[in-house]
């Protein structure tokens, strides 16, 4: 029997469609062919090729090594292509009903890793804190321009999750303006004077049907209203608003979940496409208590249909209970 839930986090509404578990064979992407962007014939990203990047920004090196030069282990550099231009400051025009504004940003890549063959989960777990420390370290330098208001990290792996190179990557956009999304977070404070994700994590772990998997300091977690099947999330313990305050111990507890987490859904997913976003708290705006930065990671196991565009109501195959049974039964962290 279909059941609706309600997404408090988007403040929406999931239909969960069907309480059986489906073969990675039964998702309409996995049926379409290859997963994978097509293999680069040349690749800006790996080792040799640091010149045909913009200037990198910051970088774990070998030392001794010089910036922009092969040596690195980690490297982060504004992207080349950027959607964004870091000039100038956020102006709102308004003409009559329609406001538009320059497209300031900054958009920056972090290459994960020098090899071009490697994915994110098959890099040594110390490779992997080193990815973790160097997007903190970006996120507190953009968080102090103060004309920033929201930073994005993310990650698009895969052919269907929007990526245009294969080469193991993450990015990192900061944006002069406040995500719509985050105002419902804000006024759930508000409303409760508590955190949702703070309740939501209260709540799961009593029930514990949904938990995939936990250790000192984070929890995997498929949600109540999962939007997409085998979507999981990442959540710390500790109630903090931003990413760029994730300590040291706290980066080599997450490095095991993750590591462990996407070896598990590309095993049992047939090697699907993935995204991973960071949902944070908004920067420069002051306190924002009802913020609990956290992790989502969605397999593209299916595309948007008419019906979703038109409502905003995402159609999910497979409940979070039977995902969470799944992963929970394979994950071998």
Same mark, same amino acid.
């Given at each position: ?260 987490? $996407? ?8 090697? %699907?496409? @993935? #995204? *991973? ?5 908004? &920067? ?16 593209? $196991? ?8 038109? %409502?905003? @109501? #995402? *159609? ?5 209970? &039977? ?11």
């Amino acid at each position: 029997m279909p059941e609706l839930r309600q997404d408090l986090f988007k403040n929406s509404w999931v239909v969960i469609a069907t309480d059986v578990e489906l073969k990675p064979r039964d998702f309409p992407i996995n049926r379409s062919g290859s997963q994978h962007v097509i293999a680069d014939s040349f690749c800006p990203f790996c080792e040799g090729k640091e010149t045909t990047t913009p200037p990198e920004l910051a970088a774990y090196r070998q030392a001794g090594t010089e910036p922009d030069t092969p040596g690195w282990q980690v490297r982060a550099v504004p992207n080349k292509y950027s959607a964004f231009s870091p000039e100038g400051s956020f102006e709102a025009q308004n003409e009559s009903i329609f406001t538009r504004a320059n497209g300031f940003g900054q958009h920056e890549v972090i290459v994960e890793t020098p090899q071009h063959d490697v994915e994110f989960h098959e890099l040594p777990f110390e490779q992997i804190e080193l990815v973790f420390k160097m997007l903190r370290q970006r996120y507190n330098t953009l968080a102090q321009d103060q004309r920033m208001k929201y930073l994005q990290i993310y990650k698009n792996r895969g052919l269907f999750a929007g990526a245009s190179l294969s080469h193991s990557h993450s990015q990192m956009v900061g944006l002069p303006m406040v995500p719509e999304v985050c105002k419902i977070l804000s006024c759930y404070y508000e409303d409760h004077q508590t955190c949702l994700m703070c309740e939501t994590l209260e709540q799961e772990l009593k029930q514990e049907k949904r938990i995939v998997w936990q250790n000192e300091h984070f929890v995997i977690l498929c949600p109540y209203a999962s939007r997409y099947s085998y979507e999981t999330w990442i959540v710390p313990r500790r109630h903090t608003e931003h990413f760029g305050e994730i300590t040291d111990q706290e980066i080599s507890s997450l490095a095991v979940a993750v590591q462990g987490l $996407l070896t598990t859904l590309l095993d049992k997913l047939d090697n %699907t496409s @993935y #995204n *991973i976003v960071y949902n944070t708290a908004p &920067i420069n705006v002051g306190h924002q208590p009802g913020f609990h930065w956290n992790m989502e990671i969605t397999p593209r $196991l299916v595309v948007t249909n008419g019906i979703e565009m038109g %409502t905003g @109501y #995402n *159609i999910n195959p497979v409940s979070p209970e &039977i995902a969470a049974r799944v992963l929970r039964e394979r994950i071998g962290v």
